[in-house]
């Protein structure tokens, strides 16, 4: 099984590495042949959110943590990048390793204090750091985040392979290494021996606790990993959108995260990849797809619903949270874990003899 | 021991042959991929009090909860030859099962007399006098948080409660925990009376109190019955006392 | 001093809307274990069919408010009936995936709301009397703020007696104590679930009509943005408590709109969450909460 998924996976990277060659089309999904510039755009955003949302089921599907801030590190790497280049004028490395300084010193500082408390607090303080990181982007007291407007990326300093409609592809490519990577690091990290402690603190978190293992620390160790990930996600979103905008900041985008590792099936990498790069490509199609002629025909009771992407969306989410708590992941694996019963909320029955 | 025997029922040897109210058949309970119970078997007796002992951690309170359909178990249970299986919890209540969970879990933040009155199932009178008249201290503490009252206090208002109502059984899971000897004493004087009209399934490790009420024995084993039978045959035989439950039956200490 | 005044009247104000959401997220989440992000798309939907009654009805702006708060009082406890017992009940004992079903409710409504009546504010009738001010030790105080810091004050002393003195709120309360001793005692704990779900709902509504008034217009994100500052409130006040909600509530307003005024603009909100964190480190079961 594991030699026919290594090959499967293999063949996947490839096929999609050679994407840019190809002038197949899929008329209706995609804005063009593969190899134009608008569907390598797309493509690329779909594969960093995929990435994205790998980071995030580390937390989640992985380690059980409930967090609801996690957009607040993909939002570092996308201003912390942005302000360094546009701002400040720095050469593209120093400015993506500040961008990786930034989300990990920021994740460990907000992990050592969020992983204080558990279950529901835990995820209140995930959220109001997240809120609060949204409040200062957007009011902007230092005036460089350009505030609600957003800010444009200056690429005077980037190499020009990364600049330029043209080179669309290389960025392609960059998105893709992206999604490669994260996957293998969540792999090794989720197969190492803090891997093993953060599998048995999602599915009963007081029982190795009384073996005397600090949860704390593998905890905190889940918790820098994903988000320094996401950072990453950050900085080669910024490449690919040119710019950064406050959206990134906001609470509905980490639960936008939520929905794709649910739909997709947390706790599986290939799930949460795929819930990222499925929901992702359906938000950003199904806009043209409400503005289509076949949409604009039907009567109001079905063109509305139908006009808004995340209704679809929402809608497609409750469906499978009722009948399909294992994500699409559970359709090819049959048992796989749901996530309705694995991330346990502190209750009150305590243990009993 | 107490009680007369029911109508119709013959004991013999020690064995009662009436229909039991509760029957339990190779009832299991998995909790978080860990085997709680490994198939427990047993009857519980129309009339008097059935002790179910064992050490620590066995699983005698789970099996009580398991009863209760707060643990979800497969096997089967039948409360007077009904099932019970598939019932949610306050359907099995409803049903007449009163239950005093370990460590009383009063409601803290309500009243003495809040407590009461959430306990009364509504389908009949509820009974005030015979509870003020076992328990006459609630009486003047209707007005207090049950958060402030002594653990046999509490213990009262546990017991109380089950009892405004008619009840087929009671399962009662270890009242005298973590009490005063001189409470102890009240509180199994209280459960012999009751004993006389309704049946008791008494999870208890005190032995002495086992003793006095309890007429037949089931000892539990990690998850499993090890001993049923006559409880005066079983704490009489000293050396099977401590076998199955690793305290001696005189001194009540542990080995 | 009199800028003292307008600050404080303004919090509470702003505090009591904070209020009405928070006072049914807290019995939802402390009896339910729910943690229910539609909400804020319910108070949305309240917001909605309040503007929407107000105008078709005709008749003074006073008589068009009172509808509009009526209707969606009334519509969001439909609402919320509906989704409980068709989508929350059957995920009973799932704990995530009742959180994730009101995500996906959340974002679905939102949308849907978007969709028939566009992103554009849409106005609320405002009659003259609420935007009109009185004096008060020399401040210009308008009267929309005192209504509404009124009705929070009414609907929490509601809230209290439906607590205290029916067998209902007896069973909230012990629930939100101990949910499975309450079952034990032959109590079906899903009404009750049912109905403080409601109530939630209900006051949600109430909340997206009185924002209506209090902004002077709805938006589809209006539910999402006034949801955060509630859960902060909730967490502060204490999960399950009403009066813990009140109390957060008026706290919250007040350091909002201080901060807001004589520190800078924005840092008020940034203070909000300073303040959560804080409480949750240091009292992490909130001001009034029972320990978790």
Same mark, same amino acid.
């Given at each position: 099984m594991r030699r026919a998924q290594l090959? &499967? &996976?293999?063949?996947?990277?490839?096929?999609?590495?050679l994407l840019p060659f190809s002038a197949l089309t899929v008329p209706g999904v995609l804005p063009g042949a +593969? $190899?134009?510039?608008?569907?390598?755009? #797309? #493509?690329?955003?779909? /594969?960093? +959110? *995929? *990435? #994205? *949302?790998?980071?995030?089921? /580390?937390? +989640?599907?992985f380690t059980g943590l409930l967090s609801f801030g996690h957009a607040l590190y993909f939002a570092v790497g996308v201003y912390a990048t942005t302000i360094a280049l546009s701002v400040w004028h720095w050469a593209p490395v120093p400015a993506v390793l500040l961008a990786l300084g930034c989300g990990l010193v920021l994740s460990a500082l907000a992990g050592a204090?969020? #992983? !204080?408390?558990? &279950?529901? $607090? +835990?995820?209140?303080?995930?959220?109001?750091f997240a809120q609060a990181g949204s409040v200062l982007v957007v009011q902007d007291p230092l005036r460089v985040t350009g505030g609600e407007q957003g800010l444009g990326l200056n690429v005077s300093r980037l190499p020009d392979a990364l600049v330029g409609v043209v080179n669309? !592809?290389?960025?392609?490519?960059?998105?893709? $290494?992206?999604?490669?990577v994260v996957y293998l690091v969540v792999g090794l990290t989720t197969t190492s021996a803090a891997g093993h402690v953060w599998a048995a603190i999602r599915e009963n978190e007081q029982r190795i606790a009384v073996l005397g293992v600090r949860t704390y620390t593998f905890k905190? /160790? *889940?918790f820098v990993t994903g988000s320094t990930l996401a950072t990453l996600c950050g900085v080669v979103y910024v490449l690919l959108v040119g710019g950064a905008t406050a959206d990134v900041t906001t609470p509905e985008f980490t639960l936008a995260l939520l929905v794709m590792v649910v739909l997709g099936g947390s706790g599986v990498r290939w799930g949460a990849l795929l819930g990222g790069f499925a929901y992702t490509l359906l938000d950003q199609r199904l806009g043209a797809l409400a503005g289509s002629d076949t949409v604009a025909a039907l009567p109001a009771v079905a063109r509305v619903p139908l006009s808004q992407p995340l209704f679809i969306l929402g809608v497609l989410f409750v469906l499978v949270v009722l009948f399909l708590p294992g994500g699409v992941a559970s359709l090819v694996r049959p048992g796989g874990r749901p996530a309705g019963k694995r991330v346990r909320l502190p209750t009150r029955k305590r243990a009993r003899a | 021991?107490?009680?007369?025997?029911?109508?119709?029922? !013959?004991?013999?040897? &020690?064995?009662?042959?009436?229909?039991p109210v509760l029957r339990l058949s190779d009832v299991q309970v998995r909790i978080a991929g860990s085997q709680i119970l490994h198939g427990v078997s047993f009857d519980v007796a129309p009339t008097g009090v059935t002790a179910l002992l064992g050490r620590n951690g066995v699983g005698k309170t789970t099996t009580l909860l398991a009863v209760m359909g707060l643990r979800p178990r497969t096997g089967s249970v039948r409360l007077d030859g009904e099932s019970l299986d598939g019932l949610p919890t306050h359907r099995i209540v409803r049903r007449g099962v009163g239950y005093v969970p370990e460590d009383r879990e009063v409601f803290a933040g309500l009243t003495v007399a809040e407590n009461l009155r959430l306990a009364e199932r509504g389908t009949a009178e509820p009974r005030y006098d015979p509870v003020f008249e076992l328990f006459p201290d609630l009486r003047t503490r209707l007005r207090q948080q049950a958060g402030t009252l002594s653990g046999g206090q509490q213990q009262m208002v546990a017991l109380a409660r089950v009892l405004l109502a008619e009840n087929r059984l009671l399962l009662v899971d270890e009242p005298t925990k973590g009490l005063a000897p001189q409470v102890v004493g009240e509180v199994a004087r209280v459960l012999e009376r009751v004993a006389e009209t309704v049946p008791v399934l008494l999870v208890e490790q005190n032995l002495g109190v086992v003793g006095r009420l309890a007429r037949r024995a089931v000892v539990l084993n990690q998850g499993r019955v090890v001993h049923d039978g006559d409880a005066t045959a079983l704490l009489e035989d000293g050396a099977l006392t401590r076998r199955l439950l690793g305290v001696s039956a005189e001194t009540g200490a542990r080995k | 001093m009199s800028t003292v005044v307008v600050l404080a009247v303004t919090g509470l104000g702003l505090g009591a809307l904070y209020f009405l959401i928070a006072s049914g997220l807290s019995l939802i989440f402390g009896l339910m274990r729910v943690l229910n992000f539609a909400h804020g798309a319910v108070l949305g939907v309240g917001a909605y069919l309040g503007w929407w009654a107000s105008v078709h009805v005709g008749g003074p702006a006073t008589a068009r408010m009172l509808v509009a708060v009526a209707a969606g009082t009334v519509g969001s406890a439909v609402l919320a009936a509906v989704v409980e017992l068709l989508l929350v009940r059957p995920l009973y004992e799932r704990e995530v995936a009742q959180v994730l079903v009101t995500v996906g409710l959340a974002l679905a409504i939102v949308a849907l709301l978007s969709g028939i009546w566009g992103t554009d504010p849409k106005v609320y009738p405002v009659p003259s009397w609420m935007t009109d001010t009185s004096s008060v030790a020399g401040a210009l105080i308008p009267h929309g703020r005192v209504v509404t810091v009124l009705v929070g004050l009414a609907v929490l002393g509601l809230f209290v007696l439906f607590l205290r003195r029916t067998r209902y709120g007896l069973v909230v309360r012990a629930g939100v104590e101990n949910r499975a001793m309450v079952t034990a005692l032959g109590i079906d704990v899903r009404r009750a679930f049912t109905l403080v779900f409601t109530l939630g709902g209900a006051a949600a509504g109430?909340?997206?009509? /009185?924002?209506g008034v209090y902004f002077g217009s709805v938006t589809p994100g209006l539910g999402s943005s006034l949801l955060i500052y509630a859960f902060i409130v909730v967490v502060i006040g204490g999960l399950g408590s009403v009066p813990g909600s009140a109390l957060a509530a008026a706290v919250v307003g007040l350091v909002q709109q201080f901060t807001n005024y004589y520190a800078a603009s924005g840092i008020g909100d940034l203070s909000v969450v300073l303040l959560l964190a804080v409480v949750l480190l240091v009292r992490p079961q909130g001001l009034l909460g029972r320990a978790l």
């Open positions: 090959l &499967g &996976g293999v063949a996947l990277v490839v096929v999609l590495a +593969f $190899a134009s510039p608008g569907t390598l755009q #797309l #493509l690329a955003i779909c /594969l960093v +959110f *995929a *990435a #994205l *949302a790998l980071s995030y089921d /580390l937390l +989640f599907g204090v969020s #992983l !204080r408390v558990r &279950g529901i $607090a +835990f995820a209140m303080v995930t959220l109001a669309t !592809r290389n960025v392609y490519w960059l998105a893709l $290494a992206l999604a490669v905190l /160790l *889940a | 021991m107490t009680g007369a025997p029911v109508t119709g029922a !013959r004991e013999t040897g &020690g064995e009662v042959t009436a229909e | 109430l909340a997206g009509a /009185l924002a």
